[in-house]
Nanobody, 117 residues
């Protein structure tokens, strides 16, 4: 069973930075595309960024240049570096994993990021 555990969230002032982490356990020999999604209050969950098993990266257009996704395969850990944070970045951020080749999908429990002065 695959488990995803996020960490690194919290309260940050506008213009500040945070780095989220997501540690994956279980079925570690498989290949995974890994990503981040977020859900703000009263809104639908939206795509933030993804890094495929081969290292290819994809970003929501509105976040390019501020957010950077990366992974450490040796540690089975996914990261999201968030810079120049804005109040509208406030949301619960979810880690996502899609296992190749069966495309089974897994979610973390989510972690709160609040951008406020």
């Amino acid at each position: 069973q695959v488990q995803l555990v996020e960490s690194g969230g919290g309260l940050v002032q506008p213009g500040g930075s945070l780095r989220l982490s997501c540690e994956r356990s279980g079925s570690t020999r498989s290949l995974y595309d890994m990503g981040w999604y977020r859900q703000a209050p009263g809104k639908q969950r939206e795509f933030v960024a993804q890094i495929d098993y081969d290292g290819s990266t994809h970003y929501a257009d509105s976040l390019k240049g501020r957010f950077t996704i990366s992974r450490d395969n040796a540690k089975n850990t996914l990261y999201l570096q968030m810079n120049s944070l804005k109040p509208e970045d406030t949301a619960v951020y979810y880690c996502n994993a899609v296992r190749r080749p069966d495309y089974n999908q897994y979610w973390g429990q989510g972690i709160q990021v609040t951008v406020s002065s």
